[in-house]
């Protein structure tokens, strides 16, 4: 069966061309020749394709370590995320305890705090914790938020408690009503909340700019930098490096796109 047809379809169709040019811009630089991306007037489409930026990209920089370091910073952030987000968010939206308002309020709150008020702090903590210059410096931030548990505590609001008082009956415990009935239910939920987690600890550069120095625990965000010199880029180079970083993300959010729209119509949070 066919999807229904939307007027709004003819605006969102060529929108949606508009957003994806830019990608289409630095896929088509990476394969430019220097000569042509320097040329004025310059060219959408290049003359001639070229793989030598991606040649020199794996040849000289340690690209497969960057690539290694910001998957396992974003692995670790998404289990603890789908953990501790999920759980925190459960307590809120179901569980009666004193001061469930105030602490949720306060802990929302924390989300308009700016990110760079903390970093000062969070720099002299990791200090003492002996975390500056390790791979945890990166990935200890973000195991877990404020935004997940809010994300995670409207998808479970939405639910119906017929199901969970069901399971009290059969027997289950608080627990077991959360991960044999509940969790299963909130998988759309979990997997928007793995896409947000990835954008957040793939992208982060200002937090691991200050607290990692040693090239070999560099994420590829921080071996991007490595490519804008003072005097002279390589902009093939740097535009093969940004494909490379960039198709994770589009790949996540591919594998996820159902589950993500999905939870921004049941939990409140669509536009």
């Given at each position: 069966?066919s999807r229904k047809f939307s007027r709004w379809h003819l605006l969102l169709m060529p929108l949606s061309l508009v957003f994806l040019l830019p990608l289409?811009?630095?896929?088509?630089?990476?394969?430019?020749?220097?000569?042509?991306?320097?040329?004025?007037?310059?060219?959408?489409?290049?003359?001639?394709?070229?793989?030598?930026?991606?040649?020199?990209?794996?040849?000289?920089?340690?690209?497969?370590?960057?690539?290694?370091?910001?998957?396992?910073?974003?692995?670790?952030?998404?289990?603890?995320?789908?953990?501790?987000?999920?759980?925190?968010?459960?307590?809120?939206?179901?569980?009666?305890?004193?001061?469930?308002?105030?602490?949720?309020?306060?802990?929302?709150?924390?989300?308009?705090?700016?990110?760079?008020?903390?970093?000062?702090?969070?720099?002299?903590?990791?200090?003492?914790?002996?975390?500056?210059?390790?791979?945890?410096?990166?990935?200890?931030?973000?195991?877990?938020?404020?935004?997940?548990?809010?994300?995670?505590?409207?998808?479970?609001?939405?639910?119906?408690?017929?199901?969970?008082?069901?399971?009290?009956?059969?027997?289950?415990?608080?627990?077991?009503?959360?991960?044999?009935?509940?969790?299963?239910?909130?998988?759309?939920?979990?997997?928007?909340?793995?896409?947000?987690?990835?954008?957040?600890?793939?992208?982060?550069?200002?937090?691991?700019?200050?607290?990692?120095?040693?090239?070999?625990?560099?994420?590829?965000?921080?071996?991007?930098?490595?490519?804008?010199?003072?005097?002279?880029?390589?902009?093939?180079?740097?535009?093969?490096?940004?494909?490379?970083?960039?198709?994770?993300?589009?790949?996540?959010?591919?594998?996820?796109?159902?589950?993500?729209?999905?939870?921004?119509?049941?939990?409140?949070?669509?536009?």
């Open positions: 069966m289409l811009q630095m896929l088509l630089a990476s394969l430019t020749s220097n000569a042509d991306i320097n040329r004025f007037p310059p060219r959408f489409f290049p003359s001639a394709l070229h793989i030598s930026g991606y040649v020199r990209l794996f040849r000289d920089a340690p690209v497969g370590r960057w690539m290694l370091n910001s998957a396992i910073v974003s692995s670790i952030a998404i289990v603890s995320h789908l953990i501790l987000c999920s759980l925190g968010g459960y307590a809120y939206a179901r569980l009666s305890f004193r001061g469930r308002t105030v602490g949720f309020v306060t802990l929302v709150a924390t989300i308009m705090i700016p990110t760079q008020m903390l970093m000062i702090p969070t720099y002299f903590m990791f200090t003492h914790l002996g975390l500056i210059d390790t791979l945890g410096a990166a990935f200890v931030p973000f195991l877990t938020s404020a935004f997940g548990v809010f994300l995670m505590r409207q998808f479970f609001l939405s639910l119906p408690k017929d199901l969970e008082e069901a399971g009290r009956i059969d027997g289950l415990t608080t627990f077991g009503v959360f991960f044999r009935i509940v969790l299963p239910l909130a998988r759309p939920a979990l997997a928007t909340l793995a896409v947000f987690t990835l954008l957040n600890s793939w992208n982060d550069l200002l937090w691991p700019l200050i607290a990692i120095n040693d090239p070999s625990k560099f994420t590829i965000q921080l071996g991007l930098i490595n490519f804008q010199g003072a005097h002279h880029i390589d902009w093939q180079e740097l535009m093969a490096c940004n494909v490379v970083a960039t198709a994770p993300l589009i790949l996540g959010f591919l594998i996820a796109q159902r589950q993500f729209v999905q939870t921004m119509s049941m939990s409140g949070l669509k536009g």
